[in-house]
């Protein structure tokens, strides 16, 4: 048994709070929005380059201790907490009783099987499918982002069922649990690749593709790749697409398409702006706010890049001879453009805070206040990235190798 405290805080002593609470005992805290079921809720999206954003204006702070504590030991720790926390009296607070319950059938009475379309599902290893006819993919839930239940998770899905062929080869950068790799082997691809740059779920999608008797080739970002593929799918956030998109769009073999989902339908614009210079993309659909976007890189007859003759005229004083222009010169405008305006709405990198470029392909695009990074920084100082430089965020990290 447990005994569970709920106070009322404000938006700047909310947190306070909550650390003087485990520094007196507390077995556990979570600041929630007090107005939460009401017109008055108010949902919080952050990522690594973005702002923190402040706690909720009206917050309410969940202690968890020991059933055994006494009515005027928990007074002492409450009023102890509130003191170190600057408040003047211990706030208004309601206690009730926990039980202990057999947490892990309540944790899986939360997991349904999920329709993804009719002929897919995403079902639970304690469930039964639904259809046993359909592509039932089995997974619980675990440490690595991507169970199907999230809005982007299902719009990369839906994406795979509608462009992965027989053969196909298959890029999942930021893979998570495995979900979208695994889901485009059973659709048939013939080479499915995922990458993250977390370990744990590396670990966590080499065991689940295991489980659905899968084929993934999956390694850490850290080890590089110069392979293309047929069909690209990122679900990660709209900083790490925005840094990565030179990166990124060069895995899309000629002719492939590539989706990408973890961005807001009010960060469409921006991700399609960093991406201009290389793959045009498209918002492709929307499912509660957020957004998958899609391109398809030139073929074999067009230029996937803007281009320049390989020759161009000397310049004066130097008749007869000629000099040699890189032709990815002709991207200088267009990345100098995407990194002001990048580096415009992000703030400096502060100390021991993860970099967006480190931190987030392995965490999902529903994860809240997170560290703060810079913006993305894709060119040198001169804003032109020279063949063989590093890919760079505004911190100075390397983009992952994997991608270089």
């Known amino acids: 048994m447990w005994i569970s405290v709920t106070l009322q805080a404000d938006a700047d002593k909310a947190e306070a709070l909550s650390d003087a609470l485990m520094e007196a005992g507390a077995l556990s805290v979570s600041i929630e929005d007090a107005d939460a079921g009401t017109e008055a809720e108010t949902p919080q999206f952050g990522e690594p380059g973005h702002l923190p954003t402040s706690l909720w204006a009206h917050s309410k702070v969940i202690a968890l201790f020991d059933g055994d504590t006494g009515g005027e030991t928990l007074a002492a720790m409450l ?13 208004p607070f309601s206690t009730e009783t926990v039980a202990e319950q057999n947490w892990v059938q309540l944790t899986q009475s939360q997991f349904d099987p999920i329709r993804i379309t009719d002929r897919m599902w995403i079902v639970p290893s304690w469930h ?43 890029l999942d950068y930021g893979c998570g649990s495995g979900i979208l790799g695994i889901a485009a082997a059973r659709l048939g691809a013939g080479d499915v690749l995922g990458i993250d740059i977390d370990e744990k779920a590396v670990e966590a999608a080499r065991d689940n593709a295991e489980r659905n008797r899968v084929r993934l080739r999956l390694q850490h970002s850290a080890q590089p790749t110069g392979e293309t593929f047929e069909c690209v799918v990122a679900n990660i956030l709209t900083n790490p697409l925005c840094v990565l998109a030179p990166a990124i769009a060069a895995r899309v073999a000629p002719g492939g398409e590539v989706a990408l989902s973890g961005v807001l339908e009010s960060q469409a614009e921006q991700v399609i702006e960093a991406w201009a210079p290389f793959i045009t993309l498209r918002a492709g659909a929307t499912l509660e706010g957020w957004v998958r976007l899609e391109g398809r890189r030139p073929g074999h007859d067009a230029h996937a890049l803007p281009c320049l003759p390989d020759r161009v005229p000397a310049s004066p004083g130097t008749a007869g001879r000629t000099r040699r222009r890189s032709p990815l010169r002709a991207l200088l405008p267009s990345l100098q453009r995407a990194r002001a305006r990048l580096r415009a709405t992000h703030r400096s990198q502060k100390g021991g805070s993860p970099c967006c470029c480190q931190a987030a392909p392995s965490a999902g695009p529903d994860a809240v206040r997170t560290g703060r990074a810079d913006g993305a920084r894709i060119a040198d100082d001169t804003g032109f990235r020279h063949p063989g430089q590093p890919i760079r965020c505004g911190a100075g990290h390397a983009a992952p190798s994997a991608l270089r």
């Open 79 to 91: 009023g102890e907490a509130a003191s170190a926390a600057g408040f003047a009296a211990v706030p």
């Open 128 to 170: 039964e499918a639904p259809d046993a006819d359909a592509i039932n993919i089995e997974l619980d839930p675990g440490m690595a982002f991507g169970t199907g239940s999230h809005p982007t998770t299902r719009l990369c899905l839906e994406w795979l069922c509608d462009t992965v062929t027989p053969g196909c080869s298959v």
